[in-house]
């Protein structure tokens, strides 16, 4: 009960926790794209030739 009476009381440590959503929503979007340089990286080579075709058909089309 002690402590809680401090917390209320200290207007500064109510709201340590303010920024908490903005870390946590950089740190996915910091593992998003650690994933997808990871999947270029493994599959580049790939889906360039992929894509490639598909422009040489499209291409032959027009």
């Not at 992929?50 to 040489?56: G, K, N």
Request: glycine letters at 6%; proline letters at 2%.
């Amino acid at each position: 009960m002690r402590y809680y009476c401090w917390l209320r009381a200290s207007p500064l440590l109510r709201h340590w926790d303010d920024g908490q959503g903005l870390v946590e929503y950089a740190l996915i979007l910091m593992l998003v794209a650690v994933v997808v340089i990871i999947g270029v990286m493994a599959f580049g080579s790939e889906l360039k030739d992929y894509y490639q075709q598909a422009v040489d058909e499209l291409s032959a089309i027009m």
